[in-house]
Every structure is written in C-alpha cells, then in structure tokens.
C-alpha cells in the first residue's frame, strides 16, 4: 500500500471532463492511495493515521498523472542484443517514466509472427517492470508485400502493427492491411515517406545543401500522409501517423481531424525540441552523427508547428521513437552512421522543457504521455481503478551521462547536457518499479 | 612565406578567410617555377609523410597530389579503395587508427560520404586534406581554379563568374562558390533547375539562371561542369543531346561573355556535351592551366599544413 501525498494530479476524469484528443484538465492538489495493485482513492487531503499500513511518499511539486506509455521504442530483442535487450530497455523506460512500452517489430528475426511475440512476451515477463506491448509487423520481414498473420499477432499479445520504419507503400495493400488490421482490433501505426522524394535522408534545405547531404523535402512526409489519410477513410480504419516531422503534416492532421477521420498521431521529442542546426554538432561545418534520425530534423518553422500542434491535441502523443546503438553503429562518417536517438530516458525531461519554456501546458503534457497514448490503443485512461502511475519531478536536475543511463544505447545529443524534469516514481500493477530518491 | 598558416587541417573553403585564400595563392606563386624547372624537385618537406587515401576513383586528382608531395620531397603513398583494406569491410575509424599508427604528416582524403574528412580530422593526430568529399567541397579545385583565374584577369575581386551544369551533384561548384563570394565575385549558376537545388542561391549567396545567354552575359570566367550518364536514369535530364542542345558551352553561345573571357573545366571533359570540343582546345580554353595550376597549389597546402609554416592538428578527441 501506498499513500502519495502533496502533489498535483493530473487525470480528466476527475475534472469530469470530457476524454478525447486535445483534452485540457488542469492539474489539482490531491492525495493518492495506492492499494490492492491498483490506485484506490483519489481525494484533496487523505490521512495517513486513516492507512497505517501504507508507505508515506511525500511528493509535494510533482505531478501525477496514468502511468505513461511509449507508443513507439526499439527495443532490439530479440537479434540485436548488444545494442538494447528487453531487461536493459525496461529498466530504461522505468527510469524515464514510462509503465509500458510499444516494442518495434524491427527485430531479427521480426516479429511477423506469433512464436516472435510469445518469445518477446515471455521475456519481459519475467521480471517486474514496465509492461512490453509489442507491435507485429504489417507484412512479412517488413517486405511490404503480404500482410502478416495479425490475428495470431492479436492473440499473442500484440497491440498493433507497423512496418516500423518502412512506409507501407502500395496504396492497394495499404488499404487492405487498414480493414485486416481494424478487424482483429490493431493499431496501424505509419512511417510516412514517399520514397520517390527522398533522395536521402536529411531534411532538403539551405543547410544540407552547403552540407551537401542528400535530402528530403517537407513534402516527402507530407504527401504519404495526405494519401493515407484517404486511405484510412476508405477503410473506415483508424490510422496511427508515426513521428511526424513536418510543418504541412500538422496542417494535413488537423484538417483530417477537423473532418471526423479517426486518425491519431505522435511526435518524437527530438523533433519538438531541435533543428536540423543538430547536425552541425555546435560548429558551422559539421556532420553530427548523434543528430542523425528518421524522419529527419527540420526548420525552426516546422519545430514550432509540431509544438503547436502537440499543444491543441493534433498531435495526441510524444512517443520517445527510442533507437538504441552501438557506438560502432553512431561513431562513423555520417552517411554510414546509423540512424536514431536514444531517448527513453530523456523524453520526459523534454516535453518538461516545452511547458517550463511556456509552449506546452503541463495538463497537454501529462495526457500525452499518459492517457493519449492509451486511448490510440484502447486501453484504460485516468487514475482511479488501475494500477500503472507516474509521478513527475518537474524541478528535478540531472545530466544524462554515458555511465548513468540504463539503456545500451548511449547514442543521444543530449550527453552531458543538463536537463530538468524527470520521473520521481514509476508505478506499475501498484509496485514502484522506479524510485528516483530511493537510488 | 613567413606568416604561418592558421589552420592545422584544409577541410573547406567555408574555414578559410581572404587572408587564408591569399596566403595559399601566393605561396602557389612562389613554387609554381618548381615544376617548370629541368630539375623539378626542392627539399622542403625531406622526412615528411603524406598519405593519399582514395575512396572513390581518382586520376588527376591523386596524380596532382602525388606529384605535389614528389616535388617538395615528402614521402608520398597512395592507398585506394581498390587494393585495401577499406574492401574487406574496414570502417574508416578503424582505417585512421591503423594509417595514424604509421606517423604521417598529412593524409590526403577522397570520400563519397560529405563529411567525411571532418570525420578523420577529429580521429587522427595529423593534418587532413580533403581532396573531395560526397557532394559537399573540393577545396583544392577552388583554389587552383582561383590560382588560373588570378592569373588571368590579375585579381579575383569583383569578377563576373558563370558555373553551368550539374551543380546539384557538384563539390567544384560548391567550393567555387564558396571562394568566389569570400572576394566579391558576381556568382551566377545556369542550368535546368533539376540540376540546381532549390535552396542553392540561398545557401551560397549566388544568382540562379535558367537559361545560358543571361548568365554569360559580361562574364569574365565561365566554367562547364561535368554531366554524368547516371543523371538521365534519375530522371533528371532526358539526353545528353538536348543538354548539350540548351546549356553546352560553345564559342556562339559565349558572344555576350567578354571578349577576354576564360572558359575553364575541372574535367575530365565530356567533349560535345557540356563542352563544344572546339571550346575545349582554343584560345578562350585554360582548362590545361588549370592542370598545371593545381600541382602547384597543392604544393603550397601541403607547405603550408606540413612545412615549418604550419600549425599543429589538434588530434583526436579525447588525446
């Protein structure tokens, strides 16, 4: 049993507002018993001579808020195991606040099938920590050819499917895979890219044409977006847009949404928080391999219009699109660097610095890390009646360094810079998994 | 020769000043009579080491180099992709940390990849030449085509400058650029605009014109650069025949250039593509100046990096 006490709470519910994308509860002063594995009590001022069996947390200036879920993490396991396993991502996502994380098909082999699932499933379950829900892959070996078996997928434990960074490209199979999907209850998340205007993989601009870098416009992201937004209309499915990166898929997801589509959609936090200038590594020449992602890094205009879009619930969820590498894998001339942030265990401190930076407020914040993501999957929202919680220190300082961090992947701009704002508590099925004081 | 030289690496132009540029083009100057002498060879850089690393193939380049290293008495030694180790798999850190154990005093790097010789500058103790990297900068090319274009018209500042063709795929069209915005020069890019990128005139402070005549008009110095076969499989020009038909050089075309003006290419030359052969050989042409300019400017940063006028490297991160 557990009784947190002193802090602010976040959940829409209690507000009786009504939950939907773009919901904008504040925050308010209130205790919360813990007990039996789930949040029992939410209440103004809870006595502890009332629960003498409950550990007494004071968490006065944090934030608490449903527990906080990783739409989108590279978890490596099973095939890459020297750059992320299941137990070393786990531990990560705790330490950054998540109590489930959404584990990316592209493993070796990929999880295309049920016997990969159940292996992913059984790993991670036997230890506490942060849940693993895992994505299958939409079609076989991620080929983009044959839709896998999704309704296995479903059984095994999967919450949904994507290709992972492969945009499905076909428009017929795309459709397809929207009414297979739909039907056995899975999320289709896309990466968004049309191929044919990618010439490389940097954001085409001024910057990465003095670089000379082969680039991507805007509209490389924009135009599959547009398409597949039809798509999912035609399907009458609902359509989870991955990482989006570009000014005009934020005006294209509004207008979508405007319009009924059921469409949901994430940002990464690299790319509510830094530039294609990420690249430069600080100098006026330079090839920043740690900067290097997918989608790419993009204008200040485009930054501004993904925390904006973030802010009015366009956008419904940061997801922390963790890419954990090997420093062989980052350490290398930049167009033979691997691409990816790891980022599972700065993410919060991110979106932290967007609402102390006035552009996020911390009630948007709260919901999409927490009950966003769980509404694009289905699963429980608010406090009271579930098990999982996080608890933010908004204040609290720390630098991310290659020694303290518990991913594998220490592959992050962010390496040595200081940061404010972290998990004080991550709470799953009731038991910490996660004490930032108690460390 | 006095005035040492501020930098430990030539990566780019874009690091370089005036003053810098000056400063090599002048110590090009004084070892150009070098290669012109019946014993073409000088002391200066005895015991030095110099390293050619080739990833992409080379002729003049690496030969202009080679030389250059030869005649200022350094030890010079080509390794290239073909017959290395870089074909077994090597990355190219571990490829600095093998060349590095060996105590040169410069490498000299061709690269595909942009960036690439920042990367080797950061993880060696030694100065790094870059001798074209990816689409990003060639330097030396810059400057040995400043070096031809000096000569000729007795200065750089304030001249009219057309470069024609393929500028998105080019490192010479970038670095030229570059340089020739560092002394004022009228830059004006023509060509079809799949070949010029979108943001160039923003990038590099230049004009942009889709047609021939209106960007050799007046020029001074105009300079053709090299169309690639590949470029009709992307999709961005539909023959050689109709490029040659509507941005090859040729003497009618250059009627509205000034009547000195200079036609240079940093070769090797596709003769009736970007270039009417007859261009190519008359008297306009500098194209084989430009040859001969290029071994003595790189003579001069290899002096400069390697020679008592040089600054140490900063080596590698974390030495």
Redesign the interface.
Known sequence: MLLLRGGTVFDAALDGAPTGAGTLAGGRRADVLVADGVVRRVAPSLEPDAHPDARLLDVSGCWLGRGFIDLRAHLREPGEEHKETLATGRAAAAAGGFTAVCAMPGTTPVNDQRAVTDLIVDLAGRRPGPHVWPFGAITKGLAGKELSEMAELAEAGCVGVTDDRHPVHAAGLLRRALEYASTFGLVLMQHCEEPGLAAGPYH???????????GQ?REAEDVAVARDLRLAELAGASLHVAHVSSAGSVALLREAKARGVRVTADVSPHHLTMTEDALLGGG????EPLAKVLPPLREARDREALVEGLADGTLDCVASDHAPHTR?DK??????AAFGISSLETTLSQVASLVSAGELPAARAMDALGDAPARVLGKPTGLVGQGDLTVVDPAHRWTPTAETLRSKGKNTPLLGTPLTGAARLTIVDGAVVYDAVAR | MTRPFRHPHLLDITSLTTEDVVQILDTAEALFEVSRRPVRKVPTLRGKTVINLFYEASTRTRTSFELAGKRLSADTVNMSTASSSVKKGESLYDTCKTLEAMHPDIVVIRHGASGAPHYVAKNMRCSVVNAGDGMHAHPTQALLDAFTIRRSKGTLAGLKVAICGDVAHSRVARSNARLLRLFGCDVRIAGPRTLVPKHFAEAFDVSVYERLEPALDDADVVMALRIQQERLSQALLPSLREYARTFGLSEDRLAGAKDDAIVMHPGPMNRGVEIDPELADGPRSVVLDQVEAGVAVRMAVLYLLAGDAGAAPTGPRGA
């Open positions: 085409e601009s001024p910057l990465s044409t003095r670089l000379g870098l082969r416009p006026r020449v330079g090839y062989l350490d290398a001339e930049l167009d033979a």
